[in-house]
């Protein structure tokens, strides 16, 4: 399964991110590493988004390749677009 299906089958599931995140806004980076965030959608980075969303944030270090995905997280009660890359996350789940 790739990284982009484990999301889709993860939706309403939650995600930490092992890594800070670079916010596009603000050109900042914040200071919570590890931070949890439900999982709402997510599409290839290379895939246009839908009209009118851009992508907020990255985590740190990551390069595009075929897993490196823009994932739909609610973060701080706000739906997000975040750049993201399998090594830099971790699913939490149940089992």
Not at 59 to 78: H, K, N, P, T, Y
Request: aromatic fraction near 8%.
């Amino acid at each position: 399964m790739t990284f982009l299906e484990t999301l889709h089958a993860n939706r309403g599931g939650l995600i930490r991110l092992k890594t800070h995140l670079y916010w596009y806004e603000t050109k900042s980076w914040d200071d919570n590493p590890g931070r949890i965030c439900l999982i709402l959608d997510a599409r290839p980075a290379r895939q246009p988004h839908p009209p009118g969303v851009h992508v907020v944030a990255t985590v740190s270090g990551g390069r595009m390749d075929d897993e490196f995905l823009a994932a739909q997280l609610m973060i701080d009660g706000s739906p997000r677009w975040v750049w993201i890359d399998k090594q830099k996350a971790e699913l939490l789940t149940n089992e």
